[in-house]
């Protein structure tokens, strides 16, 4: 459909051919974007009609749409820890999660995975477990010690599934993540604990 749609443009009659009885076209610039106009309104009916959450884009590439829960937040997430490589990787990880491409958005999970593991040297580059105390203390803040002890349970089991499952690492006793709606919701989790913890400063 892309390759179709780089290519594609709207006949325009340029006359009639009275002994073969056929018209003869033409294809200008005008024609091209009146053409993928028409192809792009007809592809995006298709995947609404039948609920595939995909969209062909005026720039002619196949954007997958997030899930609702995760769409605005993704869109508008734009993180400036002040840290190049973290900053790199969530960006990175961002982009790649939109792709309708399964194998894709298993790369953007191990971008947000290698984030994590990389944000809790932030406060104390020499102390990763003194870095998540201080990540986890801004994120609570000072009146929710409730909220803070789930945010620091949830954070352990965060890591745990990032050494237990087929994300950060490969060895043959991690489990391989084979389904699209199990990348999507492990994606969805960590980002929404990266944001509150890092997403505005």
């Given at each position: 459909m892309e390759f179709c749609h780089q290519h594609v443009a709207a006949p325009q009659i340029l006359g009639?051919?009275?002994?073969?009885?056929h018209h003869h076209y033409k294809f200008d610039d005008a024609s091209i974007a009146e053409g993928r106009a028409s192809f792009r309104k007809e592809i995006n009916d298709i995947f609404r009609?039948?609920?595939?959450?995909y969209e062909l884009e005026e720039d002619g590439a196949i954007r997958r749409l997030s899930p609702p829960v995760l769409g605005e937040?993704?869109?508008r997430a734009l993180f400036a820890t002040?840290?190049?490589?973290?900053?790199?990787?969530?960006?990175?990880?961002?982009?790649?999660?939109?792709?309708?491409?399964?194998?894709?958005?298993?790369?953007?999970?191990?971008?947000l995975w290698d984030?994590?593991?990389?944000?809790?040297?932030?406060?104390?580059?020499?102390?990763?477990?003194?870095?998540?105390?201080?990540?986890?203390?801004?994120?609570?803040?000072?009146?929710?010690?409730c909220l803070r002890s789930f945010l620091e349970k949830d954070a352990r089991d965060l890591t745990d599934?990032?050494?237990?499952l087929t994300i950060r690492h490969t060895e043959t006793d991690t489990e391989p993540i084979e389904r699209a709606?199990?990348?999507?919701?492990?994606?969805?989790?960590?980002?929404?604990?990266?944001?509150?913890?890092?997403?505005?400063?």
């Open positions: 009639y051919h009275e002994f073969f009885k009609l039948n609920g595939l959450a937040p993704l869109e002040g840290d190049a490589e973290l900053d790199r990787l969530l960006e990175t990880a961002r982009k790649k999660s939109a792709d309708p491409r399964i194998e894709v958005r298993r790369e953007a999970l191990e971008k984030a994590w593991e990389r944000s809790k040297t932030l406060g104390r580059p020499d102390d990763k477990k003194h870095g998540v105390t201080l990540l986890l203390d801004r994120g609570a803040g000072t009146k929710a010690p599934i990032g050494n237990r709606e199990h990348v999507d919701y492990l994606f969805m989790r960590l980002f929404n604990m990266i944001w509150l913890l890092l997403g505005r400063r």
